[in-house]
């Protein structure tokens, strides 16, 4: 199909066949040259790009970077020693005897052309600029190419799906606000004044009603809202790949998710090994400092807390000491130590000791606050070799292993060992039931007023051991969840989900959630569990990070179309902006109840 | 993958090969017979229905309908003569040795059973119940016919479209209002505040913007809202699939469209033969009264403007005089013409006069206010025979039109001519670029402010004989535009779009929308058209309609998941419903900017 109107053939296909033949291409001016009289213009299309010859002058002198052309001419292989090996069209040129203008450019305010290509991305305008001019920021190559990409995913994920069995559903997004942890965001109903939708943070319950329904398998590519501070790399509106199943369990749904994560990396040229492997939640946490471990690389924690027992150093007279090998760490000059120090502090430490193991075995750093037997047997303990050094961390369990799982990563990505062309994946499986709502280094908003909330979502399945007990042990009681890491990014997360109103009623009170509240905010969940909902589970996928992971790029904002900046703003569109007081008035935000009710 | 945790097969998995053997089905209780002691349940999974027999009184007592069981037992073959032909499965039985109830269900509110479905639809309870109870109503296999058939129509259109070169590319939801003659949704800016967003209309300049990037082949099934009252078959939120080209011309899209329309129908198992009639806008108001003529029968219009030119009838002296054979209707009693008189004062007419043409040659009806001269050759003149009657409108030529457009087709309708699985499409081309804003028949919402408006949207293309005269003559300029037609239904529509900011320019300025009305709501896009935006052109599919249409159901509520109820109420959630006073004030929707102005 690539004859239209305004072409006979794309840029990539001329190749020696068309020698000769007379062609009709369309694009846009990437590059001029002018050597001796004659114009040689880079065209560029959505496929690639071909050199175009003008030896008319008053043909050429019109064409400005960017212009859109329609060339008319004849193909010819370069004359030799010119083909350009690093273009798929580079042997051929294309002599126009006639160039038409479609459209003009202004001066741009950045460059596009894909000259820019191999050349370092400090080149680009700012982020603020580049949203403001997306529309010459997505011409450029590097960014055509993660849109294709992600739109093969997509391609690629549904394939695997259908053959599953799946059915594709659509559910709406003007829905009742559902109790998943973040603010929602909400649209006002014209035509019940007072009241209003909110947009789904996800369809979580939409596709447990699906499961009632009998719809067995099914997925949607589901748009999703929250509204949060936009820290870091979020974005108000986001997608995910959602998928739910009946009359499965947990193993059931991984294998069916390992088959779709196999099809979106083939997509994308990279083979991936089945099965995935997997680790439980508590050895991430042991062995990585975290939840969502990067495996790319080793180098794990290492417990000291029983080495460290009668320990006459204060610091480390603590629930847990732990340690992270830093290979060849031990020259390291004492003011990087010292920029570690901040690196520490930044992440919430107070800071971050550590010894280095000097060749011949001195040992410096903290270790003079060591006893004798301890500086005597430390490289050993944690597995060094003279040359290296070890950061350590004391306190609480958990914070202490953060501290070191960051260590480790940032270690690695000093030391260069985070290929972003190679991916290692693990499922985390064996997750609490119930994680402390007053926890000070969780960001998730709590569900429910009790001091426990839900480590994944109120609906999530007790683990088959802890059916009976986890109201009276919510501390200890394990669930049927699991996430899908990959790269230290958690890609995908699901759940075995309760479909049993007594168990879901006993989860609530341990959330704290009344019987009133809990029937206000997703009664007709509960009521639907009255008339044969089958065992079900599901799982979702992050769709931009999986995107930004494939693509090799450091923000999902290169993989969406069109993002939003900081604080929700739209640079290109001015979104969002105020409303006319007609509008406004229309909404119907401003009515009054009161003067409504008796 | 029918192999799960509760299963070996489903239930239209069982054959000849598994007779002898022992399975594990899980599902739920279609309908129980008891006979002898004996149960007979009909076990219901997604595929469709088996009998289980279970002899065990203990196994069989608990068993209700819709019950959720997972059943283990021996598949053979019935008795002689107990085949149900009926039933894919009739020639086999599973005799449980083991039952296990895996989830309850409560007296149901209404019937689910499939062996309703023989019955009428009048069996089934109001749709405010059915709303309410969605997820029994899905289970129903008619319902789940219609969201299967839904996937299969998506997954068949990004099949066609990724073999044309498509790439599917999500836009946002929470965008800037744009002006596209509905009323927006808005959602306030929590960190903005008093801003909103708006929900998408449509992804119109969105995907002209892509365009502008040099995405060159675009297509989403994109989420579309539109808050108007609800009339009719409408819905707030709908789907459509949506498709923008590059460097294309109206033949391109049209043959591009007709490919995936194509591969829609043969997705349901219906054959369309391309290319697909074309008939002008102008020809089918003359020949059907109607921009979307239903082409499965015939009957067009005859005009008699002429005939009647020198009539001394003076509701016949008028600018257009028309009328539409009732064949066979010359015995109708006249309570039924009087009835006739109702419907078309519920249209808007002021009656409908008519003649009857008797066996033997007697004129009854208006007749007799014609001249001798007129009466003797109106038969020939309509093209009726004797036994047939003919209703006339007169007035001006479109509201005669569309008066007699609609007699046609209730005519059809009462003759039993409207055949569900016969699929009549027609493209309507050559449309007028503008209509008159003030048109009282006209449901949109004029854009702008002078007293034309747009017939599409302010974006399409004056069509190439009109491109420099169109401001000069607005009411005769012709775009270039064209709609699809099903059986009488908008199913899609499209036009090629403005590229060049002049010609934008310049019909904004015939609508009466100032620069700086245009610059304040879409300045973007004259923005993005300084910089090189190719000639471009697209279509979008109405979705819920085209699923309508295939599953030959009347409303597209039946082709929706979750669908709202009128008023935009979804009985089933509750939504919308009222927010609580702290998302209130999160929302920001009560911020003054007085307070912050100066």
Chains 1, 2 share one sequence.
């Not at 001029?32 to 043909?59: P, W």
């Not at 007081?581 to 119907?588: D, N």
Request: net charge negative; charged share 30%; glycine share 8%.
């Amino acid at each position: 199909m690539s004859q239209t109107a305004y072409r006979t053939h794309h840029a990539t296909d001329v190749t020696d066949d068309l020698v000769g033949k007379r062609v009709t291409l369309s694009g846009w001016v990437d590059r001029r040259r002018d050597h001796g009289g004659v114009a040689f213009i880079d065209l560029r299309d959505s496929t690639g790009l071909i050199q175009v010859v003008i030896d008319d002058e008053d043909m050429a002198r019109p064409l400005r970077n960017e212009f859109v052309v329609e060339v008319e001419g004849t193909v010819r292989l370069r004359p030799e020693g010119n083909a350009n090996d690093h273009l798929a069209t580079g042997k051929y040129e294309v002599v126009a005897d006639k160039v038409t203008v479609l459209a003009k450019s202004a001066a741009l305010p950045f460059q596009v052309s894909t000259a820019l290509e191999n050349e370092t991305e400090t080149k680009l305008p700012s982020e603020e600029t580049r949203l403001k001019y997306r529309y010459l920021d997505l011409r450029r190559p590097a960014m055509q190419r993660n849109i294709k990409l992600r739109s093969n995913m997509a391609k690629a994920a549904r394939r695997a799906l259908d053959e599953m069995g799946f059915t594709e559903v659509e559910t709406p997004t003007m829905i009742k606000s559902t109790p998943e942890g973040a603010r929602d965001f909400v649209v006002p109903a014209r035509l019940v004044p007072g009241s209003w939708y909110a947009l789904p943070q996800s369809p979580q319950l939409l596709k447990q009603l699906l499961m009632v329904s009998g719809v067995e398998r099914y997925y949607q590519l589901a748009r999703c809202y929250r509204d949060e501070d936009f820290r870091a790399d979020r974005q108000p509106e986001f997608t995910q790949l959602d998928m739910e199943m009946a009359f499965v369990d947990q193993e059931d749904v991984m294998a069916m998710a390992e088959q779709v994560i196999k099809a979106i990396w083939e997509s994308a040229g990279y083979e991936v090994t089945l099965p995935l492997p997997r680790i439980t939640w508590q050895e991430a946490m042991d062995k990585y400092g975290s939840d969502k471990p990067d495996l790319r690389f080793g180098n794990p924690l290492v417990e000291l807390t029983d080495y460290f027992k009668n320990t006459p150093f204060r610091v480390f007279q603590a629930p847990y000491v732990g340690a992270v090998v830093f290979k060849g760490g031990a020259s390291t000059p004492r003011r990087q130590f010292d920029a570690w120090q901040d690196w520490a502090r930044q992440h919430g430490a107070k800071g971050l000791a550590y010894v280095q193991f000097m060749e011949g075995g001195e040992l410096k750093g903290v270790a003079k606050n060591f006893s004798e037997e301890e500086r005597a047997g430390l490289r050993e303990a944690v597995g060094a070799e003279e040359g290296d050094a070890v950061f350590f961390a004391a306190g609480s369990r958990e914070s202490s292993q953060l501290l070191l799982g960051a260590v480790r990563v940032e270690l690695a990505r000093r030391a260069g060992l985070l290929d972003p062309h190679q991916f290692a994946f693990t499922w985390v499986v064996d997750f609490p039931l119930f994680k402390k709502a007053d926890d000070p280094d969780d960001d998730d908003v709590a569900v429910g007023h009790s001091q426990w909330t839900s480590m994944h979502h109120p609906f999530t399945m007790p683990s088959k051991d802890w059916i009976d007990t986890f109201d009276k042990d919510p501390e200890h009681a394990m669930s049927d969840s699991y996430d899908i890491v990959c790269n230290g990014n958690e890609i995908g997360g699901g759940s075995v989900r309760i479909h049993r109103d007594d168990i879901q009623d006993r989860v609530l009170d341990v959330l704290g959630i009344s019987e009133d509240e809990a029937n206000d905010k997703f009664g007709f969940l509960l009521e639907a569990f009255k008339y044969g909902a089958p065992p079900h589970a599901g799982i979702a996928l992050g769709w931009d990070r999986v995107a930004s992971i494939l693509a090799g790029v450091d923000s999902i904002r290169d993989v969406i179309a069109f993002p939003k900046a900081g604080g929700g703003r739209d640079p290109l569109t001015g979104a969002p902006a105020p409303i006319s007081a007609e509008q406004r008035a229309e909404t119907g935000v401003d009515y009054d109840p009161d003067e409504d009710e008796d």
